[in-house]
């Protein structure tokens, strides 16, 4: 299995909804990662996960809130987003954090009304 | 710290014309240089990579880069094109012993049948 898949496809909330954002990935890899990407840009990075561990925060607001359960899943919970967080939510995972290459999933379309 | 210029937003170009998505960047630190291809609402995939040794990487559908240090540029070529190469293309930079990776801004690739 060399893919990493993400649920769901798309996702429309609501400012007051509470949601989640899967990722999963069977590659052994230990370093997972959010990015957020907003149309016609290049994605931002949002966390780091190495080990299941949060490794990195960039700077992101609290209504996101990251999980790492087990090494092959993590996951993104959303609570009293707004309009402008509307963007597609990609997942990426490589062996370790130091490792040369990361292997993305196709995203998440997240609109908040 | 890293940056990567993309210098054209896009490039229209004739199905089987030949192309070339230009991409330099700025490091202080030597650097493993990427591109990855986004389709329409789809993620992320890794078109093709430079690592270390032969400075010409090619891909498995006919595209190939050049690294070339004294003018810091990754440009990627392909001879000619498709109408299934219409897509954005991202050019990237990890700085070695840096986790992270750094993004261009992209260039929209349409081919015009």
Not at chain 1, 61 to 66: D, H, L, T, V
Not at chain 2, 38 to 65: C, D, M, R, W
Not at chain 2, 68 to 94: G, M, W
């Amino acid at each position: 299995d060399t893919e990493v898949t993400q649920t769901p496809k798309h996702l429309v909330m609501g400012m007051t909804n509470k949601k989640s954002l899967k990722c999963e990935q069977h590659m052994g890899h230990r370093a997972m990662y959010w990015y957020k990407q907003k149309a016609k840009k290049p994605p931002e990075l949002m966390f780091v996960y190495s080990y299941e561990k949060l490794s990195i925060n960039e700077s992101v607001p609290s209504r996101f809130s990251p999980e790492c359960p087990n090494s092959s899943l993590l996951n993104l919970h959303l609570h009293a987003l707004q309009p402008e967080d509307s963007a597609l939510y990609l997942c990426a995972s490589s062996p370790k954090t130091g490792f040369h290459e990361q292997y993305f999933g196709p995203g998440t379309r997240l609109t908040v009304t | 710290a890293q940056s990567v210029t993309q210098l054209d937003s896009q490039v229209p170009v004739f199905e089987e014309a030949p192309v070339e998505l230009r991409c330099n960047y700025s490091s202080s630190v030597s650097v493993y240089l990427f591109w990855y291809v986004q389709y329409p609402n789809q993620g992320l995939q890794l078109l093709l990579k430079y690592l270390s040794g032969s400075t010409l990487v090619e891909s498995i559908n006919g595209f190939e880069a050049e690294f070339n240090k004294s003018q810091t540029s990754f440009h990627l070529r392909k001879p000619s094109v498709h109408i299934s190469d219409t897509a954005e293309y991202f050019c990237a930079v990890r700085g070695a012993g840096s986790y992270q990776l750094t993004f261009g801004k992209g260039t929209k690739l349409s081919v015009i049948p």
